[in-house]
């Protein structure tokens, strides 16, 4: 297998992440001469916004899935996929922080968190050991700067700190995972490993041992349990718009590299991996949601339903299906865009509110009807009801399980649906049926927010109602991952 | 192309239900009066579906059909015969009646109309349904708007327990309902979730009687079956009026008919295999929920327990697998909906005036509001199995079925009836004859004009299926053939 290094038509393969590298820059350049500081997220966001639309008309990968730049990536519809979803979350998270104190009107902050989107984009397609490696790390660490971004706050900058420290040993395990495939095969190139694995000669019990120390990499991620106890929190005391950047964009990313990964190797070694990762679901499921049953405060209650979420969404990848991998692509969608409107929520909750506890949202629904009619969409999409994005994904995973002979899996996925119903309506029940002494202190949404809060609710209903398309998207990806 | 009536039916209350969010928050008679009329629209067309289907023809008609998720054979399929023909007009009757009742409402009618007509558009959808997966798509858009409705305007004391109670256990009925209905997917292999095309799927015995047991129970929770009957009663008392009558008179319905239309029709043999242990639980309803609402001295929970043992025939019929019992089974849904809408409004009417509801400290409230006392007297004769009201015309083919089928069972279940007469007769006696406590005296104030439509037209649909049984009896005759034929036309 040759790749060619370069040749012109290689551009549209990199198209978003090149122009996301000018966005970058031009960000920092106005924030330097510019005077009018609020401008600088609408640009990001604008910026954002146009670089989806120009992938979506420019950057389409053609019907032979190619490796592209000598192999380093792969210029595919998987890729395309994630991307879109990266930039979707991006553009929202950026309407989001725009009135976010210390934090909307710096140049540096709409810079990092491009970066980080541009490093994702790079994951998403990455085909290399190497690639991989230098996209998770050009992901990362604008991600640590960014949840340690309010200095002068101890929660953040703890944020920041256990994030840096998780993710630096995590992703020192994931490299040393990749540097024993590369002594044993001498390939980088993922799809020339495969080659060389299937070929046979290496131990199973080696294999495992590397699975299991990329999986480290890869689980930190997506938050999966066992690697999940940084999430809490990171979660809590990150910028929350920068909460919900990493709960969505950075977990779609690892989830792309995740299901690149084990489509690629687990048919040439072995089905116990299958146990392994529907372990790892199962637990992943429960534990979060089972901790989020405790919590009073909405971001950490959040962070334990997104760990739950990706447990969820591993079913689908454990099903080993083309269906199941693009029931995950669903999935993801689905959960990106409703978390997104949640924390859209809690953000301009706590502008007005300042508070994070679930106890103080009492009598949002008087306070804001609007809101809390949003937060309600939310919460039932992330709870799995009609005719909500949420349900449909869940039905998706939950065949696909049943579909590859899973029906174990499914139950476990189902009996952990009505635990995340339960704390889910617990918030519902503070936000409509609790009175407060604040209820005549309405909450002001700015126009940014409002445009972002329909954006998120409008995906969540066409999502969930009108699946269709979107499941033949998820399912084109899902086919050049086989 | 002609009009698409069903799809009307199941969408006037969304739509209207969304339009109504857009009214500001204040205009409350704005408010009422769309609610109004988005009722009337459902109820008028629901009749003229009821009216113009063709009964010589029977067989599913009205039928529209939409690709929905094409990959996985998922359509958006509607279509009313004898079965579920009953139950949209009934529907459609608790929604309007709903709404009178509920004029008084002032605390948000706003959210309160929105959320109601939410549940309203998925129990249509439910039973118009032809689609596995447009039946629990529309299944569960009727279970969660019912937290909300019972939580906010519920009951003080109880709400937020009951309200949460009631959301989990349907919560769980369905999910687990829906693994069945995936393992039927995916072992059919038809690459379908149509309905009529998985009854003639012929699913291996064995499969059916593993998976029978999943479906019909995850959908019997919500019929109230025995043992998991419990959220119910705290449910219907914990809501507000127009949603216990929403409740006891439409959902249960939704989950008993589903249990039908999933369990019973697509998986024949297992219906066959597990019937004695459903007879043998709603027999267990039929006595025990008429012998707790006996004990009870709060009005309303003798009214959702007499729920409990009513759906018990319910599905004591569906049990009996025979043509008689069906059909009785297919009538008591329609006339234990429109009996116990009429049984809550009337608890309703009540508790507005005395705000109490012990039953122990009412009485002599015939003499205040003779309309009303008349009306729980007509829903006590019907609930009593007495000939003359729709009660006679339902139970009738189900003990006449249920003789056939294990007359054991028919002899233990008719104490039910007698028990019901006992604890019906306690209530009228109680609280609407003998002396009226002193400080009720001259505090009674007259229902109004909308109430009394209400509790007459619940009344005179009761009386007018119990004297002339033909309006429904043989269509809902011929929807039952519809499953004796699936189940090899015993």
Redesign the interface.
């Known amino acids: 297998m040759t790749v060619p290094t370069y040749s012109p038509s290689m551009i549209a393969a990199i198209l978003p992440e090149l122009l996301l590298l000018v966005l970058a820059g031009l960000v920092m350049l106005v924030d330097l001469v510019g005077q009018g500081r609020r401008g600088l997220g609408w640009l990001a966001a604008a910026g954002l916004a146009g670089i989806l639309v120009a992938m979506i008309f420019l950057g389409r990968p053609s019907s032979d899935e190619s490796l592209v730049f000598g192999g380093m990536l792969r210029h595919d519809w998987p890729a395309f996929t994630f991307k879109a979803i990266f930039l979707f979350s991006a553009a929202i998270t950026c309407l989001l922080s725009l009135d976010v104190p210390r934090v909307g009107t710096r140049g540096e902050y709409y810079s990092l968190l491009i970066v980080a989107t541009l490093g994702m984009c790079l994951m998403a397609a990455a085909s290399d050991l190497i690639m991989l490696y230098l996209a998770v790390e050009t992901t990362s660490i604008p991600l640590y700067v960014l949840a340690g971004f309010l200095k002068q706050d101890d929660k953040s900058a703890e944020s920041g700190m256990k994030y840096f420290l998780f993710g630096a040993l995590t992703s020192a395990v994931m490299l040393y995972g990749f540097s024993l495939l590369y002594g044993a095969t001498g390939e980088t190139n993922l799809y020339l490993l495969v080659e060389k694995v299937r070929v046979g000669g290496l131990s199973p019990w080696f294999l495992g041992g590397v699975g299991a120390l990329v999986l480290v990499g890869f689980g930190f991620k997506v938050a999966a349990v066992p690697f999940h106890f940084w999430t809490p929190d990171v979660y809590e005391g990150a910028p929350t718009p920068i909460t919900a950047f990493i709960s969505t964009a950075s977990k779609a990313a690892g989830f792309a590299i995740l299901v690149r990964f084990v489509l690629a190797f687990l048919p040439s070694v072995g089905v116990y991996w299958t146990a392994v990762l529907a372990a790892v679901a199962t637990a992943t499921m429960s534990l979060g949601n089972l901790l989020a049953l405790t919590q009073s405060n909405i971001k950490r209650l959040l962070a334990y339903s997104s760990i739950a979420h990706a447990g969820y969404a591993l079913i689908g990848l454990v099903a080993l299906t083309e269906f199941g991998a693009a029931s995950l692509v669903f999935y993801l969608a689905a959960y990106v865009v409703t978390n997104l409107a949640a924390f859209a929520v809690v953000i301009l909750f706590a502008r007005s509110a300042g508070s994070d506890k679930i106890a103080d949202y009492a009598g949002l629904s008087r306070r804001s009807p609007g809101l809390a009619l949003v937060m309600l969409v939310a919460m039932l999409s992330l709870a799995g009801m009609p005719p909500l994005a949420g349900f449909v994904a869940k039905v998706y995973v939950f065949a696909a399980a049943v579909e590859s002979g899973l029906i174990w899996l499914a139950i476990v996925g189902v009996l952990n649906a009505i635990v995340g119903l339960y704390y889910y309506l617990t918030v519902l029940k503070v936000i409509y049926l609790y009175r407060s002494e604040d209820e005549n202190k309405p909450i002001l949404v700015p126009r940014t927010y409002a445009l972002a809060l329909v954006a998120c609710t409008l995906a969540i209903l066409v999502l969930g109602i009108a699946s269709a398309p979107w499941l033949e998207r998820a399912l084109q990806s899902a086919r050049s991952l086989f | 192309m002609t009009l698409p009536v069903l799809s009307i039916i199941v969408f006037t209350p969304i739509v209207a239900g969304m339009l109504i ?1 857009l009214i500001p ?1 204040d205009r409350k008679r704005e408010v009422r009066l769309a609610a109004l009329a988005a009722s009337v629209v459902a109820l008028g067309l629901s009749l003229w579906v009821y009216l113009t289907y063709d009964r010589s023809a029977g067989g599913y008609q009205f039928v529209e059909r939409a ?6 054979g998922i359509s958006y399929y509607v279509g009313v015969d004898g079965m579920n023909l009953p139950l949209v007009l009934l529907t459609g009757i608790v929604m309007f009646t709903g709404v009178l009742i509920s004029w008084g409402l002032d605390d948000r009618p706003r ?1 309160f109309f929105a959320f109601l007509f939410i549940l309203a558009t998925g129990v249509f959808g439910v039973f118009v349904g032809l689609d596995l ?1 447009h039946l ?3 299944y ?2 009727a ?2 708007p019912m ?2 409705l019972i ?2 305007w519920g009951w003080q004391v109880t ?2 327990y009951a ?2 109670k009631l ?2 256990y349907l ?2 009925g369905s ?2 309902a ?2 069945g209905i ?2 039927m ?2 072992t059919s292999g038809l690459q379908s979730f149509d309905m009529l095309a998985l009854e003639q799927a012929n699913f291996a015995p064995d499969f059916q009687r593993t998976w029978f047991p999943m479906v019909f129970f995850g959908f019997a929770v919500l019929g109230g079956i025995f043992p998991f009957h419990n959220w119910s009663p705290d449910g219907h008392v914990a809501a507000p009026t127009a949603v216990s009558m929403f409740h006891a008179g439409v959902l249960m319905k939704l989950g008993a008919f589903a249990a039908l239309r999933v369990g019973i029709m697509l998986l024949p043999e297992g219906a066959k295999f597990w019937s004695p242990l459903i007879l043998g639980l709603a027999t267990v309803n039929v006595v025990y929920g008429a012998l707790i609402a006996m004990v009870q001295t709060d009005f309303k929970y003798v009214i959702g327990f007499s729920s409990v043992s009513h759906m018990g025939l319910v599905m004591l019929g569906f049990a009996t697998l025979n043509r008689d019992g069906l059909t009785g089974a297919g009538l008591q849904m329609f006339s234990h909906g429109v009996m116990t809408a009429l049984f809550f409004a009337v608890v309703g009417m009540v508790y507005d005036r005395a705000h109490t509801r012990e039953i122990s400290k009412l009485g002599g409230f015939s003499k205040a509001m003779p309309l009303v006392a008349l009306a729980f007297i007509v829903g006590g004769l019907v609930s009593m199995g007495m000939p003359g009201f729709s009660g006679f015309v339902a139970e009738f083919p189900i003990f006449l079925g249920l003789w056939r089928a294990q007359p054991i069972v028919a002899i233990i279940a008719a104490l039910g009836i007698v028990i019901t007469a006992a604890y019906i007769m306690r209530v009228i006696g109680r609280v609407f004859f003998g002396s009226m406590p002193a400080e009720f005296e001259g505090h009674i104030s007259p229902i109004n004009n909308l109430d009394r439509i209400a509790l007459v037209v619940l009344a005179g649909i009761l009386v007018l299926v119990g004297i002339q049984p033909a309006v429904m009896a043989p269509l809902v005759q011929s929807g039952a053939d519809n499953v004796i034929r699936l189940l090899g036309g015993a």
Do not use: H, K, N, Q
């Open positions: 969010l928050g690709s929905w998720i094409p990959r996985l959210e997966f629990l798509f529309f569960e858009i279970v969660f937290f909300l939580a906010i709400r937020e309200a949460m959301t989990l919560f769980i999910v687990v829906l693994v995936l393992a997917y995916f």
